[in-house]
């Protein structure tokens, strides 16, 4: 998966539209193999980023799960943590 789509599930608050959008320009960049389409192909990028969005939103909200919900603080110092071990200096 790309490193740039984040797991957005099961958050507290719940992901923001805007983090969905976010996540489905990354998932349509990724699976066109382009970051900024042609003119010709912008109508089709665009309409696949809103359809997945829209997909992924219903995902989330039909989600259920027994587990507690992740802080977004806690879960962003993981992730720094993870980075400075992954790209620390000898």
Do not use: W
């Not at 192909?41 to 909200?61: H, K, M, P, W, Y």
Request: charged share 30%; net charge positive; glycine share 2%.
């Amino acid at each position: 998966m790309c490193r740039n789509i984040r797991t957005l599930s099961n958050f507290q608050p719940a992901a923001t539209s805007d983090e969905v959008h976010a996540a489905a320009l990354q998932y349509v960049r990724k699976v066109s193999g382009a970051t900024k389409p042609s003119r010709a192909n912008q109508e089709a990028f665009d309409r696949a980023v809103e359809e997945i969005g829209s997909i992924t939103e219903r995902l989330l909200s039909e989600l259920v799960t027994s587990a507690p919900p992740k802080d977004r603080e806690e879960e962003a110092a993981k992730a720094r943590e993870r980075s400075a071990r992954r790209f620390a200096t000898a």
